[in-house]
């Protein structure tokens, strides 16, 4: 004959536990609108780029690279003046 489990009964929670309502907390509290995450961050812009793979030479990557982050931006300006000098 097949016995009944008994279900284990959770640990008692003390409310005056519960969390510090503090600045960081809230800071890092999902944001809710009815049962939806609203997500962080910048929204998606309507000109995307495309990720692309493309091959450099050390030299030139080196270049872009040493000025610090926005290497890659800072290749496509140079791409895109390029563009403007051939419409010439």
Same mark, same amino acid.
């Given at each position: 004959?097949?016995?009944?489990k008994?279900?284990?009964k959770?640990a008692?929670?003390?409310?005056?536990?519960?969390?510090t309502?503090?600045r960081?907390?809230f800071?890092?509290?999902?944001i809710?609108?009815?049962?939806?995450?609203?997500r962080? #961050?910048?929204?998606? #812009?309507?000109?995307?780029?495309?990720?692309?793979?493309i091959?450099?030479d050390?030299?030139?990557?080196?270049h872009?690279?040493k000025? #610090?982050?926005?290497?890659?931006a800072r290749i496509?300006?140079?791409?895109r003046?390029?563009? #403007?000098?051939s419409?010439?």
């Amino acid at each position: 004959m097949a016995v009944k489990k008994r279900t284990s009964k959770r640990a008692w929670r003390d409310p005056d536990d519960a969390p510090t309502l503090n600045r960081s907390w809230f800071e890092e509290a999902d944001i809710m609108v009815g049962r939806k995450v609203v997500r962080r #961050g910048r929204p998606a #812009g309507t000109a995307k780029k495309q990720a692309i793979s493309i091959r450099l030479d050390r030299d030139v990557l080196a270049h872009f690279r040493k000025a #610090g982050p926005g290497w890659q931006a800072r290749i496509n300006q140079t791409l895109r003046r390029s563009m #403007g000098s051939s419409k010439r």
